[in-house]
């Protein structure tokens, strides 16, 4: 665990402690456990994995009252959690809105240009990177009035019977993940409860408008302006199935990103659920062209 300004974050590692570090980013309402089938095969190459749950997620504590998940906080989390680990480049690897966060982070913290902003991002992967909206003026009120429902009576979690139940919802998510995996995850993300189990992650994260990603906060315009100043390798990896972009928003991200190299896998969205290996393969060649060079 990791204490970052009254937050208590959890760590996943695997590896070898003073091997070459990969950060792993999960997406909304994920854990850093989910990682794990990409982590073990680069532990046996000799990195270190760490995988953190971000704040309101798996084990990491509750966002709670008067505090927010908005981008900005991921992003200090990130940034504490960097610095808490190495002081020395890593491989930044993110998926969906994690891949959104490692995105925002590598754009400024990548440059090496200030004394005062050390180099921390030698490398990045994008896994089905998704895009902001364009943000909509006119549904500002209506996305604000929503924030403050969740805020005043934030949703509750459905109650499941057992934990074997909680996995099956997950497979149902994702019908690629075996039934080992979703046992262990539904296992490390479901506390008793009243009548069975149920999601340990804090409720508040159903709502985009408070984490800042519906476009109003940063509108897609301003996300692929960060984008573009990127300055270390990108590897882009994309599901064939995957149904998150719309063929415009893959022209505007490679537009954003040019220099990037670009990968369909055989998957959908979740990619690191369904193509395991060959994610673990593609991190580890950015790491070597980053480390051999």
């Known amino acids: 665990y990791l204490d970052v300004r009254s937050h208590r974050l959890c760590?996943?590692?695997?590896g070898p402690?003073?091997?070459?570090l990969v950060l792993c980013l999960h997406g909304i309402l994920e854990q850093g456990a989910a990682w794990e089938e990409v982590a073990v095969p680069l532990a046996k190459m000799g990195y270190r994995v760490v995988a953190p749950d971000l704040r309101g997620h798996g084990r990491s504590s509750h966002i709670g009252t008067g505090n927010s998940a908005h981008l900005v906080d991921f992003l200090g989390d990130?940034?504490?959690i960097v610095t808490e680990l190495t002081d020395k480049p890593l491989i930044l690897v993110g998926h969906s809105l994690g891949s959104v966060i490692a995105a925002m982070y590598a754009s400024v913290r990548s440059t090496g240009n200030s004394a005062s902003l050390l180099q921390k991002v030698g490398a990045l992967v994008l896994v089905d990177t998704v895009l902001p909206s364009d943000g909509n003026d006119n549904e500002v009120a209506e996305q604000?009035?929503?924030h403050l429902e969740y805020l005043a009576s934030p949703p509750q979690h459905s109650i499941f019977p057992d934990v074997a139940t909680a996995a099956a919802r997950l497979r149902r998510g994702t019908p690629t993940m075996s039934e080992t995996l979703a046992l262990k995850l539904a296992s490390r993300i479901t506390e008793p409860c009243d009548g069975g189990v149920r999601w340990r992650w804090d409720p508040i994260l159903r709502n985009r408008t408070g984490i800042g990603f519906n476009g109003n906060s940063f509108p897609k315009a301003r996300y692929l302006e960060l984008l573009r100043r990127i300055q270390v390798p990108i590897t882009?990896?994309?599901g064939d199935t995957?149904?998150?972009?719309r063929a415009n928003d893959l022209s505007e991200q490679q537009a954003a990103m040019p220099q990037?190299?670009?990968v369909f896998l055989s998957g959908g969205h979740n990619l690191h659920i369904d193509a395991?290996?060959?994610?673990a393969d593609l991190i580890a060649e950015a790491a070597s062209n980053f480390y051999d060079r």
């Not at 760590?11 to 695997?14: G, K, M, Q, S, V």
């Not at 395991?276 to 994610?279: M, R, W, Y």
């Open 11 to 14: 760590l996943c590692t695997w």
């Open 17 to 20: 402690e003073a091997g070459p």
């Open 78 to 80: 990130v940034d504490a």
């Open 144 to 146: 604000l009035a929503t």
């Open 236 to 238: 882009l990896i994309y």
């Open 242 to 245: 995957s149904n998150v972009n």
């Open 260 to 262: 990037a190299k670009r």
């Open 276 to 279: 395991p290996q060959a994610i």
